[in-house]
């Protein structure tokens, strides 16, 4: 099982309206969340971080909320735009305590935003 | 550029051949990860750096995976007698504390296809 899984899966909407993508997660002790954009082919780029202790942080028309207690995120996006398809993806850092316990950032599977005009 | 930088970006190799790709970090950054992209899912883990030392190895690094950061600056993933299973993007990222706001940066990834 995932540790941090995150939906739907893939979404298609028109241009100009607003989505959440949604992401929970399993881990503990956590240090902080992100969210990352990927477009096909390239490598992820932060859109937002937060801590245990924020609650919702923006970045443009980007908006992430975090619920610790529930271990929940959501991202909000408004107004999308055509180049706003892209996989979107939760990234929880924990301790993994493989060998000398470390934070590691760990990657949900993302979701597929396709934006149609 | 001052981003994180990896070589080449694209691979194409015959099972059974060895493969190594090259990541060069941000500069002032001590710490280094490499993960593994499957089409459709997320980055997995793989290892990890705190300058020259590696710190953690994921169970996903079977033994003809080898990682190396001799210098604590740029570092190298070596994937011996490749299997079409090793077909995946590798990233690498850097950050300089992955304290509570720190941001790991990414390259653009190294496309490995074993055929």
């Known amino acids: 099982k995932n540790q941090v899984e995150q939906s739907p899966q893939s979404l298609i909407i028109l241009e100009g309206k607003n989505c959440t993508l949604q992401?929970?997660?399993?881990?503990?002790?956590?240090?902080?969340l992100r969210w990352y954009k990927q477009d096909t082919g390239r490598g992820p780029v932060s859109l937002t971080i937060?801590?245990?202790?924020?609650n919702t942080k923006s970045n443009g028309r980007y908006t992430a909320t975090l619920d610790a207690d529930t271990k929940q995120s959501s991202l909000h996006i408004t107004a999308s735009q055509l180049s706003d398809s892209a996989s979107y993806i939760c990234?929880?850092?924990?301790?993994?305590?493989?060998?000398?316990?470390?934070?590691?950032?760990?990657f949900g599977r993302g979701t597929s935003l396709i934006v149609h005009p | 550029d001052t981003g994180v930088s990896q070589n080449p970006r694209h691979k194409i190799t015959k099972r059974g051949q060895n493969v190594t790709f090259r990541c060069d970090p941000i500069s002032e950054h001590n710490r280094l990860y490499w993960y593994r992209q499957t089409l459709g899912q997320g980055p997995e883990f793989l290892t990890y750096f705190q300058n020259e030392a590696q710190l953690e190895k994921s169970r996903l690094l079977s033994d003809r995976f080898s990682a190396e950061r001799p210098k604590g600056s740029f570092s190298t993933l070596e994937i011996q007698r490749t299997e079409q299973g090793d077909s995946a993007m590798y990233l690498c990222?850097?950050?300089?504390?992955?304290?509570?706001?720190?941001?790991?940066?990414f390259g653009q990834g190294t496309r490995l296809t074993v055929v």
């Open positions: 990234v929880v850092t924990y301790l993994i305590r493989l060998s000398g316990g470390s934070y590691i950032p760990t």
């Open positions: 937060m801590t245990f202790s924020e």
């Open positions: 990222a850097s950050s300089l504390d992955l304290t509570a706001g720190t941001e790991a940066f």
């Open positions: 992401c929970n997660y399993t881990v503990s002790p956590f240090s902080n």
